[in-house]
């Protein structure tokens, strides 16, 4: 049975039950709901010692998470120690990650290719082996996760491994190379990647040391890297190639170079299997007189935008993509806010930019324009030992 009440007391019985929902509700919206905060999983490659180009002084390999829709770098986990993890990637299935160990002291003949099983807050290891080279400075990965590619700087060595259904390395095929050029880095070969094009039948290997980029078609069968027929692309003396990404297309592939400051853009005829430089782009405003050399090339996921990283200038170059013809217009630059941008990543949804500042210690985030391809700097400044990769 229902209390009878003076109708005052019903009205503020009323206005306070109003009350108590409006500040709840009040309470909720203020309140950030962090299971719907879209967080992503990135790792970062460092340098832990010091060595003759860098002071190193991290401990490993470290997994950050970053806000997407704000691009804030949240807190750093160390998830294995290791020496010079310099480079890394993931497998397409994200279940494992490949590191290379960048030895090349005197009495390390060889660095080495860790492969790591991916857990949520652990990397478990599963195997390692040498590359037959000192310096091993990238690692990648064909499309289909069966094989995976080391650059060795110091030894003019590529070495190819199959991965087996359980993430081990076992070593297929080394390549061998030699040669020179003109500039005083170039005094022997320095591989420095090996890239695989879209369609995975095509890898290639930018040299630094002899301005060539080394081509080759990959047999899956076997495990075996082929050169093609053309078997090399020379591009410009003194050049240096160092990283190179490929259109979506395959009808292009963007290098860039470290000691003269540039970008070659690269035609592909996938009906004579020829590659033609068509383009030899600045990475630096003209007005700019001081040192610097080039490390990192990145393709927005649009494929409208392509940038490019300068240590010295510390900058990210930023180029608008003729998607026809592949040639590249120059945008200009945008500072990275810390010094010697040794790589750089974009975010898979193309909103953000992350750059990796190896001597000031730092990680910058920015958001990318979609209309015009510039970089806003989002204020958020990351503090992290010596970052040298970023692999999302």
């Avoid at 002084?57 to 770098?73: D, F, L, M, S």
């Avoid at 005197?106 to 492969?115: L, Q």
Wanted: charge should be neutral; proline fraction near 5%; hydrophobic fraction near 35%.
């Amino acid at each position: 049975m229902l209390k009878k009440y003076p109708s005052f007391i019903y009205s503020l019985l009323l206005l306070l039950t109003i009350g108590t929902a409006c500040s709840t509700q009040e309470k909720k919206e203020k309140t950030p709901n962090t299971k719907s905060i879209d967080l992503t999983t990135f790792y970062i490659g460092t340098y832990t010692r010091p060595e003759g180009h860098v002071a190193g002084n991290a401990k490993g390999v470290y997994k950050i998470q970053v806000n997407e829709t704000t691009g804030e770098i949240k807190e750093k986990k160390l998830v294995t120690e290791l020496i010079n993890p310099s480079f890394l990637t993931y497998s397409p299935n994200k279940k494992y990650l490949y590191v290379v160990s960048e030895l090349a002291h005197a009495d390390e003949p060889t660095g080495f290719i860790y492969a790591y099983k991916i857990g949520k807050d652990t990397l478990t290891f599963i195997n390692r082996l040498p590359t037959d080279g000192q310096a091993p400075c990238h690692v990648s990965i064909d499309k289909n996760g069966q094989f995976a590619f080391v650059a060795n700087y110091v030894g003019g060595v590529v070495k190819m491994y199959r991965i087996n259904a359980e993430g081990a390395l076992v070593a297929t095929d080394k390549q061998q190379f030699a040669g020179s050029s003109t500039h005083p880095q170039q005094d022997s070969p320095h591989l420095h990647s090996v890239i695989i094009a879209p369609d995975n039948k095509v890898a290639v290997a930018p040299d630094k040391g002899t301005d060539k980029i080394w081509l080759f078609n990959i047999d899956h069968e076997n495990g075996k890297l082929v050169p093609t027929e053309q078997a090399f692309l020379k591009i410009q003396d003194g050049a240096g190639p160092r990283h190179l990404v490929w259109s979506k297309n395959g009808q292009f592939c963007y290098v860039i170079n470290e000691l003269d400051n540039t970008v070659n853009v690269i035609a592909y005829d996938k009906t004579t299997h020829l590659f033609t430089s068509i383009q030899a782009i600045a990475t630096l405003p003209e007005a700019f007189k001081g040192e610097s050399y080039c490390a990192d090339i990145r393709l927005h996921p649009s494929g409208k935008f392509l940038y490019g990283s300068n240590r010295g200038h510390d900058s990210i170059a930023m180029y608008e993509v003729n998607e026809a013809t592949g040639k590249l217009t120059f945008i200009g630059t945008e500072s990275t806010r810390g010094t010697f941008p040794r790589n750089f990543r974009i975010d898979a949804k193309g909103k953000f930019l992350y750059a990796a500042n190896q001597n000031s210690r730092n990680i910058t985030s920015y958001a990318i324009d979609a209309t015009t391809g510039q970089l806003d700097f989002t204020g958020f400044d990351f503090k992290i030992g010596t970052p040298v990769c970023i692999e999302f």
